[in-house]
DNA sequence: TGAAAATATTGATAAATATCAAAAAATAGG
DNA sequence: CCTATTTTTTGATATTTATCAATATTTTCA
């Protein structure tokens, strides 16, 4: 069996059952696996720094094993749009651009497994599995960048935010609602919802008045009333 | 050489260069070309019909040869966000997932050649540039979609709609800046713009009174200053 | 630890957009 | 061609969010 992915010792909160909720890896013989840690290489990435500028050479594909980035691309007036945030089992650079389209910065200390992309998908050809799930993992990265459009062309300002929320709490491993890290700032959060920073600061406020969360610290998110924040963050 | 997608007669005012222009189709040889047209099946649907629904089998790609298409997606809550627009040389339907994830309405009478995506696919793996063309096509898909979630989550309103009007001139072939037809209806420029109908109408009231634009008739769009509109529009 | 810097919150106000209602214009169908 | 229906525009008003300014809180680092 192949040890590559053995997060646990580095993320604790990360599951079990890796191989399984690791999109890219399940189902794969543990013989595919020994090929595939051949080609993955641990890196590290301090907080505030960028993992891979927009623009430049899409040569790796990372998965990410403990911390948080935030995709973000810049447009050619300055201003910046955070595409999304990623999580230990998300996979970050399967695009399909010679160069990628999103700057990638960690907003905690950050480890990945890095491939070569090349060398990924020449295995993806042979190992029918692979490129199966590299397919779906795409598939899933755009069903998600919709629904992002959705919520940025439909919803109010609260609902962004309790949409954020729940996404926090479906994809942070080892959340909960009583616990949930938020690792952005509010800035990210306003950058990633289409607000500003005053915006997402009143409606913080204003979902602690209402007791749908708490903050025992500035960064550390209660939701108190899981199916009102659930029912407002509704796509 | 192949006759396929020789659509003049069908649409006049696409291009003569046509194999260029088409990114699925360009660098393929005659013979390839050929192989290719076995696939095709052209197929026509009228306006206000869907070519098919979210959430049904994704079983066929589509290229649009005449007609405008929206793409669009319904959410549980009854509301639905259009992602884009699609115009002759476009594809429709290169889709990961098992299911298509958006439906696709006709704004007018339309005409696709329609591919088995499963015979597509095989013939990709054959075909190297056919299939370097496809990730190069689901590249710039997704490209739009991030521009326009730049557009929904920074832009101001009238921005948006200069947004649409450039993307317009740009991909509708044919097009030029005092002959644009607008097929959608002011309804579907708002679910795809993030906005109601009625701030839709009064933005076009005032890009005519700073006459930036005019409207010989109500979906004969003429962009009367392509400098203003293109820097609202800008990214 | 304590001062400086950065980040977040709050307040007052302005601007943008949505909502509701009515009128006008365009389209469809006999 | 004319009427009924649909779509679009316009108006009045309410709501939401942005902007600018000030204060409070948190973080950084000497």
Redesign the pocket.
């Known amino acids: 069996m192949s040890t590559i992915f053995i997060p646990k010792h580095i993320h604790p909160t990360y599951s079990n059952n890796v191989f399984d909720d690791c999109l890219l890896f399940h189902n794969l013989t543990p013989n595919e696996l020994d090929r595939l840690e051949d080609y993955a290489e641990l890196s590290k990435c301090d ?1 505030g720094e960028y993992l891979f500028r927009q623009d430049t050479p899409a040569d790796f594909v990372y998965n990410v094993i403990s911390g948080t980035v935030a995709i973000e691309r810049i447009f050619s007036n300055g201003r910046r749009q955070i595409i999304g945030f990623l999580f230990p089992g998300d996979f970050i650079g399967l695009t399909h651009s010679k160069n990628y389209d999103c700057a990638v910065r960690c907003l905690t200390k950050v480890e990945v497994y890095k491939f070569s992309r090349k060398r990924l998908n020449t295995l993806s050809e042979e190992v029918g599995h692979l490129k199966q799930n590299m397919e779906q993992i795409k598939s899933r990265i755009f069903s998600r960048v919709m629904e992002q459009l959705y919520v940025l062309g439909q ?6 935010l309790c949409f954020l929320f729940m996404q926090l709490l479906e994809r942070l491993p080892g959340a909960r609602a009583d616990r949930i890290e938020l690792y ?5 959060m ?1 950058d990633y919802l ?12 204003k979902l ?1 008045a209402d007791e749908l969360v708490a ?1 025992p ?3 550390h998110l209660q939701i108190l009333n899981l199916s009102a924040v659930s029912e407002l963050a509704e796509c």
């Open positions: 907080d919803k109010k300002a609260l609902e962004r952005m700032s509010r800035q990210d306003a289409g607000l500003t920073i005053e915006t997402v600061s009143r409606c913080l406020a602690k903050f610290k500035l960064n």
